[in-house]
């Protein structure tokens, strides 16, 4: 069984920052790529950033040039780095992992930026 732990959530103020981290734990698996999601209030959940393990990003475009993702496959840890943040970012943000065979999913961390 693999679980993935997110910390890092918390209230902001519009233009702050915050570092999500995420760390699987349990089964010995290989991670093809690990990433975050998000999901605001009656939206859909939607992809924020994924990185695969040969280091290669894909952003959305919503958080494009404000926010970095980063892994350490060592530790099987994924971060997310975010920058200028502003009200819209809102939301729950889940961690996302992905094997050959499935997918998990973390609990997920709210992240809230307000003034």
């Known amino acids: 069984q693999v679980q993935l732990v997110e910390s890092g959530g918390g209230l902001v103020q519009p233009g702050g920052s915050l570092r999500l981290s995420c760390a699987a734990s349990?089964?010995?698996?290989?991670?093809?790529?690990m990433g975050w999601y998000r999901q605001a209030p009656g939206k859909q959940r939607e992809l924020v950033a994924l990185?695969?393990?040969?280091?290669?990003?894909n952003y959305a475009d919503s958080v494009k040039g404000r926010s970095t993702i980063s892994r350490d496959n060592a530790k099987d840890t994924v971060y997310l780095q975010m920058n200028s943040l502003k009200p819209e970012d809102t939301a729950v943000y889940y961690c996302?992992?992905?094997?050959?065979?499935?997918?998990?999913w973390g609990q997920g961390t709210q992240v809230i930026v307000s003034s």
């Open positions: 990185i695969n393990s040969g280091g290669i990003t």
């Open positions: 996302n992992a992905l094997t050959s065979i499935r997918a998990y």
């Open positions: 349990g089964t010995i698996v290989h991670f093809n790529a």
